[in-house]
């Protein structure tokens, strides 16, 4: 090459980068390209081809037309930059690439919004819960909010919490539902699905009703939670001296009033149903994607795996939950509609090499300035009096 020019080119299957550095210029862009590839166990890997970026030493960066191209193929398909708020988002503190965000849209049956939504992650000890839950109200606002400020303190202060974990859920979920029904001013009650992240290793979920949680493996959807209809349970319902009628174009009901057959609350029916939560146990592992929390308003309009298809190439969390819920009314869902979406990218990425940020500024005969880049969940930064790329074409990172 001539004029001093030097190009790097790094093999795969580490990030792909052509870039050429002289004393005073990098070269032009000409283009930028992106291409996916999967691995033999499905692992995204992103291949960046960023062919000839140049750059004025005498002028700004930010104005150049090929950096600004850069940046926003950079923030479109990878996500870099950070949303303008962080309502409605989090982050845990053990692993920083596990987020969460959130989102809720009311419906168009004519009632006040009755979903509540739960997201947070909370350090217990040496410990770090993600504590995540969806409350999908019925004739009652009351009953979901009391279920938001209160159930997950129940859980976490039984005593066999960290040694007998799923029957501490079902120990709360039954003093709940008894404090409930004496306090409750309200007739209506309220489904919930909870999923509590433990040390971002193994999940924990539990629900009544048919709000739903569904966890990605390598695309692949797999609900956690069950269903809770009328139609399922119509031996124990009757068991308990109700009944279940079905009318032509409507759902199965209990007593001809509830379209589901478990609920906290629901005080008039409580001889009829139970607030007996289902309790899975799902491990956390390098194929795991992501979590989906959803109410009904998502499920009665697309299956678990189209959920999974909608917003599996979305990166952060809360675009995610915006998205599906859009996907949702789209498809003319009426109902009140609250998401939450739990994105264990680190797990996701474990053999992806992918370049999260990089910025330029060119000096003589120096290119500096951090390349940001994640493999297994680590950020590393380089430094290089040429190219600081070359480090991505070394063994241990490829």
């Known amino acids: 090459m001539r004029g001093g020019c030097r190009r790097l080119v790094i093999p795969l299957p580490a990030t792909l980068v052509y870039l050429c550095a002289s004393a005073s210029t990098l070269i ?15 692992s995204p ?3 960046y081809t960023i062919n000839h970026f140049h750059y004025d030493c005498k002028g700004n960066h930010a104005e150049d037309e090929g950096f600004r191209l850069l940046y926003v193929f950079l923030v479109e398909k990878v996500g870099i930059s950070s949303p303008p708020s962080d309502a409605g988002k989090g982050k845990s503190k053990m692993s920083k690439h596990i987020t969460h965000g959130y989102h809720l849209v009311e419906g168009k049956s004519g009632h006040a919004m009755e979903d509540y939504v739960f997201a947070e992650f909370k ?16 004739l009652s606002r009351e009953i979901p909010d009391y279920l938001k400020s209160h159930l997950f303190n129940n859980i976490l202060n039984e005593p066999d919490f960290w040694t007998a974990t799923e029957k501490a859920i079902r120990r709360a979920y039954r003093i709940t ?7 409750a001013k309200d007739q209506g009650g309220s489904t919930a699905v909870t999923a509590i992240l433990i040390n971002c290793q193994k999940l924990v979920v539990a629900n009544v009703g048919d709000s739903r949680a569904v966890i990605c493996k390598n695309g692949v959807a797999k609900q956690l939670s069950v269903d809770h209809e009328p139609d399922k349970e119509r031996e124990i319902i009757e068991n308990r001296g109700g009944f279940v009628s079905k009318f032509p174009g409507d759902v199965a009901r209990v007593d001809g009033q509830l379209a589901v057959a478990r609920a906290f609350g629901d005080k008039s029916l409580k001889d009829h149903l139970s607030s007996e939560p289902d309790v899975a146990t799902e491990v956390i592992d390098d194929k795991t994607e992501f979590i989906i929390l959803a109410s009904d308003g998502i499920w009665k309009v697309m299956s678990n795996q189209e959920a999974v298809d909608c917003i599996r190439h979305i990166k952060d969390a809360r675009k995610a939950a915006k998205h599906l819920n859009e996907e949702a009314l789209a498809r003319k ?5 609250s998401c939450v979406i739990v994105s264990l990218v ?10 999260l940020r990089f910025s330029f500024a060119c000096r003589i005969n120096q290119l500096t300035e951090p390349v940001w880049k994640m493999r297994n969940g680590t950020t590393l930064s380089f430094h290089d009096s040429i190219s600081v790329l070359h480090n991505l074409s070394l063994k241990q990172y490829r």
């Open 28 to 42: 032009t862009t000409a283009n930028i390209t992106t291409e996916y590839r999967s691995s033999q166990i499905a």
């Open 45 to 47: 890997l992103f291949i």
């Open 123 to 138: 350090e217990v000890g040496d410990n770090e819960l993600g504590l995540f839950a969806i409350f999908d109200g019925h």
């Open 177 to 183: 539902d008894s404090t409930i029904l004496e306090k």
């Open 333 to 337: 869902s009426k109902d009140d509609i």
């Open 346 to 355: 680190s797990q996701q990425n474990k053999n992806a090499i992918l370049v």
